[in-house]
């Protein structure tokens, strides 16, 4: 019976997809670790150290359609150990002679670590594939609405004038460092091991280094200089990049998410037939997409503290800080992979209102303007001047509830300075954009390689 928010029927769409969780299963977690073990005894029957009828049959059994998960988990339960079971029902496939070489010299944290490794590996392809498919959409975003102004703000507030395609540009920068990140560290995470029980590899004998590189060769991973059981950097590494990937995200959903408040009514994500906002109020459009999307960052972020806090190991193994990356790792994979899907899909539907960005750009009637008509004014009254009469023209404007045009026609100082047509330039929004327009042209050149535009 599900009692998890990733496997409830109801639930699980919010938390992963059907592809996540076929990665994390418990059928393919014990997989990996048959994977392992068939890559093992493989290099080691090439190596002359078991018989190759051996190996050929460890291989051929190594397939979780042969491990009974129901018996295993309960034969966990009874002896207290997490992968012995598993072995034994692998073994007793085989015949009495070669079943004896199962897991010959390896010790369970290589088989586990190894095995999670090979996860991360299927989860990584599919983590860069749609990242790749959330930078296409922020890049087609930023160049159809490069030149379409909106109210850029700060504390909350509005400041200057932007551009919706310059908003989703800074968004595609970030997204394009995780990129670089998740590609550089994947070589370090992406890591096996075959080290023995504290490392020393003396269970493996004298061709232990060799016999590891041509396992770790074997499914498809790096191999390391030196056993990395107590060093658990490597996974912490990424689990750490998911959650810097995730509060990026978070930040795009948060932000879709209040320029959809009725009060902007800037964007809106897509409508599908049948979509219910409220159980008693039957005219709502709820952003659930954004909403969504900018929650889920904060299990995935308290999830990769507890991969941190894993690093703090005793000895040459540690069960009590290792285990929890059990549930640390997969949250992290499943939270960050359905953020990506979730983000995907969110920009791809998004409907951008240009008019009531317009609209909203022209609330304060002008006064976020100022600045432009401050730096205007600097060349020819000085900066501290031009500052002091816009301030005392703004805030006996806002008071008095007069435009900034009115507001600035009625100072003295600036009413004898400015003419009328002055006046209409420097209150006009498109063109105080600045380098808006160019700095969409510059991103999306920029991320194009890794994009494939």
């Known amino acids: ?26 059928e393919n977690r014990v997989q990996k670790w048959l994977d392992f073990e068939a890559a093992l005894a493989t290099a080691q029957a090439e190596l002359g150290i078991i018989p190759l009828a051996a190996a050929q049959e460890i291989s051929a059994q190594a397939k979780v359609e042969n491990i009974d998960i129901a018996k295993m988990s309960a034969e966990i339960r009874r002896i207290k150990h997490s992968l012995v079971p598993a072995l034994k029902q692998l073994q007793a496939t085989c015949t009495k002679d070669n079943g004896e070489w199962v897991h010959y010299g390896a010790t369970t944290q290589d088989v586990v670590d190894t095995g999670v490794a090979l996860q991360l590996k299927e989860f990584h392809a599919v983590a860069m594939r749609d990242l790749i498919a959330v930078g296409r959409e922020l890049a087609r975003l930023a160049q159809t609405h490069r030149d379409v102004a909106m109210a850029g703000r700060t504390h909350g507030v509005q400041a200057l004038p932007i551009t919706f395609g310059h908003k989703c540009a800074l968004w595609l920068d970030e997204l394009g460092r995780h990129h670089e990140r998740l590609l550089q560290c994947a070589p370090r995470a992406l890591v096996g091991m075959l080290a ?40 912490t590494e990424y689990t750490t990049v998911l959650a810097m990937l995730g509060a990026t995200l978070s930040k795009i959903g948060n932000e879709l998410f209040n320029m959809q408040r009725n009060e902007f009514g800037e964007v809106e994500e897509g409508f599908s037939d049948g979509k219910l906002g409220s159980s008693t109020m039957p005219h709502k459009r ?20 507890m991969m941190i806090e894993g690093m703090v190991q005793e000895g040459e193994r540690d069960g009590i800080a290792w285990k ?8 992290c994979c499943m939270i960050a992979g359905a953020m990506l899907f979730q983000t ?8 951008v209102n240009a008019d009531a ?11 976020l303007l100022s600045e432009r008509v401050m730096l205007e004014l600097s060349e020819r009254v000085g900066k501290q001047t ?50 808006c327009a160019a700095s969409v042209d510059r991103v999306v ?9």
């Open 344 to 351: 995907k899909n969110l920009l791809a539907g998004l409907k």
């Open 445 to 453: 050149a920029q991320q194009r390689g890794w994009l494939g535009l």
């Open 386 to 435: 031009a500052h002091e009469w816009i301030y005392e023209a703004s805030m006996h404007g806002i008071t008095t509830k007069l435009s900034f045009a009115d507001a600035m026609r009625q100072h003295k100082g600036l009413g004898e300075l400015l003419s009328d047509e002055e006046i209409r330039t420097f209150t006009d929004p498109s063109g105080y954009l600045g380098e």
């Open 324 to 331: 929890m990356e059990w549930k640390a790792v997969p949250e």
């Open 286 to 305: 709820n952003p659930t997409s954004a909403e969504n999307l900018a929650g889920l960052s904060r299990p995935l972020r308290y999830n990769a503290t």
């Open 196 to 235: 023995g029980a504290v490392g020393s590899q003396a269970s493996l004998g004298t061709q232990a280094v060799a016999l590891e590189k041509r396992t770790m060769d074997k499914l498809g991973l790096g191999t390391p200089a030196i056993s990395w059981a107590p060093a658990r950097d490597r996974f």
């Open 1 to 26: 019976m599900p009692v998890s928010v990733f496997d409830m029927q109801s639930l699980q769409h919010l938390w992963g997809t059907e592809e996540l969780r076929t990665i994390f299963s418990e």
């Open 357 to 367: 960005m317009a609209a909203n750009l022209d609330k304060m009637r002008g006064y």
